[in-house]
């Protein structure tokens, strides 16, 4: 793994298309999210390290293939569904500050973190909404984005793609591209078209264990 030293950090944030005057803050929320994370467990991580490189970078990886889908489909409003401790919500946040980004959670005591972290950063384009994905409402984004949620089977793919308007799309951080097959597989019939981006995941290992990519599912 990557040592995660300043230079480098601030170097592949050049390379992912983000401001390095971003990496203040992701190191303050790399900060909130170690402290808070024994008591919340929202990440399995042991180390602020581990958390910018495997969780915060991870969650930046989608930026360049974010960006393009975001020009070109004037986004303006993304839902993270079940974003947990903000990933890949808070990320993108810091790194798209034009955007309007709705962290969607569930838990009450994982959104009062959400909501402090939102406070702490300053963020002006980021809030939380405290419910079930099911119970949140449609077709209000242009987007949706989640990382290491449920499996994507037809109910979820439904109940994620209803919070999209017309025209918007879902996008999925999964691994390995075999998985993701089988995955969509079983999805495909239900909907209209999807594609399966590479992303870029050096920073932690070039092993296939550690391949990623972003599923793209267009309403």
């Known amino acids: 793994m990557n040592n995660g030293s300043d230079f480098d950090c601030a170097r592949l944030l050049c390379e992912l298309g983000v401001d390095e005057g971003c990496l203040p803050l992701l190191q303050r929320y790399t900060k909130e999210l170690f402290l808070f994370n024994s008591a919340y467990n929202m990440v399995n991580a042991e180390s602020e390290q581990e958390i910018m490189l495997k969780h915060v970078f991870d969650s930046l990886s989608a930026v360049p293939v974010l960006q393009r889908l975001f020009l070109s489909a004037s986004v303006t409003k993304v839902a993270d569904v079940g974003s947990g401790g903000g990933l890949p919500g808070i990320p993108l946040a810091v790194a798209f500050p034009d955007i309007s980004f709705t962290l969607i959670e569930r838990m009450s005591k994982r959104c009062a ?3 402090n972290c939102i406070l702490v950063l300053g963020l002006k384009n980021a809030t939380v909404l405290n419910c079930e994905a099911e119970k949140a409402p449609q077709e209000a984004f242009d987007a949706a984005v989640f990382r290491a949620f449920r499996p994507l089977d037809k109910p979820m793919a439904q109940t994620l793609l209803r919070l999209i308007k017309p025209e918007g799309f879902l996008a999925a951080y999964k691994a390995k591209k075999s998985k ?3 995955e969509m597989k079983g ?9 399966c981006e590479k992303l870029r995941s050096d920073f932690l ?3 296939e264990e550690h391949e990623r990519h972003l599923v793209v599912i267009k309403k």
């Not at 495909?188 to 594609?195: A, L, P, R, T, Y």
């Open 205 to 207: 290992d070039d092993s």
């Open 113 to 115: 973190f959400l909501e």
């Open 187 to 195: 999805i495909e019939q239900s909907i209209s078209s999807w594609e």
């Open 180 to 182: 993701i097959e089988a």
